[in-house]
């Protein structure tokens, strides 16, 4: 199962705590540091991972030339992606499916909105106080 709500720790008012079980894909949109921002050079996708560790790199153009286009097609297409994942049914039945699709736009509204944030230089900044070596993502 994708996501699963556990048991209340608390009052009626208190959080719901829900748990991720693993991940099955991953996107990676992330950029050079002496590209242009919004270049997504290095942008890629693990279409599989073994547990929590991901599989191999995969770079496809159109997740740097047009991400949200590209991932527009994943989620409607959500299925052979899970499909290419190698996930069992256990992990992802039909109605996760039906939420991940669902949730696609909502998804694609805000990476296209973060992008554009990247790129008008009000987001992916280091910070002044960075050093010389961070590790620093925005997403």
Known sequence: MLGSRDELRGSIYSSVPI????????VDLLE???????????????????????????FVDGLSTDPVGWLRDRFARIDEVLDHASRPESLAP???????TAAGPMVLAVVEHLLREVVAGRAAQAPADAGESVRSSWL
């Open 19 to 26: 748990r991720v079980g693993r991940p099955l894909w991953r």
């Open 32 to 58: 050079s540091v002496a590209s242009a921002p919004g270049s997504l050079d290095r942008a890629h996708h693990h279409p599989r991972f073994s547990g929590w560790e991901p599989g191999k790199r995969v």
């Open 94 to 100: 039909g109605e996760d499916v039906e939420a991940v």
